[in-house]
């Protein structure tokens, strides 16, 4: 874990250290990665989608899909992401589901990400420094893992995960 924390002080390149990182967290089973961070959040709003970080290794047609056309906005997660901090497995859009509280906007994000493998989860939400501020990564299991595979990967090491996202 130093010998990590070390390499990522001394990354010369976000490019360096996205890739460091989506190699250390494919090693937990997280081989698919979307980090995002705004400074202009609003109450019905992310911001300009121009003025959004945002790095992912997920294959490009999902991202197009996801981010171009603004499918990522409506995604469960996203929205937990925006009012919490802290990480959630992705058991709760289970819970969601089964309560019936999804929007018709959100069960079509669920479909696109079923389709795409897509299924299995933590998203991480990071303690923001204002109101309009906001960081979040979602780590997304390797296809073919279920959600309680991947909790039981989590559960083992939620504290060295935590710690480097």
């Known amino acids: 874990m130093r010998a990590y924390l070390e390499a990522v002080t001394e990354a010369?390149?976000?490019?360096?250290?996205?890739?460091?990182?989506?190699?250390?967290?494919?090693?937990?089973?997280?081989?698919?990665?979307?980090?995002?961070?705004?400074?202009?959040?609003?109450?019905?709003?992310?911001?300009?989608?121009?003025?959004?970080?945002?790095?992912?290794?997920?294959?490009?047609?999902?991202?197009r899909v996801f981010i171009e056309t603004g499918l990522y906005f409506h995604a469960p997660m996203v929205q937990w992401a925006r009012h919490n901090d802290g990480a959630a497995s992705w058991d709760v859009i289970r819970q969601m589901e089964e309560a019936e509280m999804l929007s018709t906007s959100e069960r079509k994000v669920l479909d696109f990400n079923k389709k795409m493998g897509v299924t299995a989860g933590y998203t991480i939400s990071f303690k923001s420094v204002s109101a309009r501020s906001k960081g979040a990564i979602a780590l997304t299991a390797r296809r073919g893992m279920s959600q309680s595979e991947i909790d039981a990967v989590w559960a083992s090491h939620v504290r060295d995960i935590v710690v480097m996202n």
């Open 12 to 63: 010369q390149s976000m490019e360096e250290l996205w890739d460091m990182h989506t190699e250390r967290m494919a090693e937990y089973g997280f081989d698919r990665l979307m980090y995002g961070y705004t400074r202009y959040m609003t109450a019905s709003s992310l911001g300009d989608p121009q003025d959004l970080v945002l790095l992912t290794n997920h294959d490009p047609e999902y991202s």
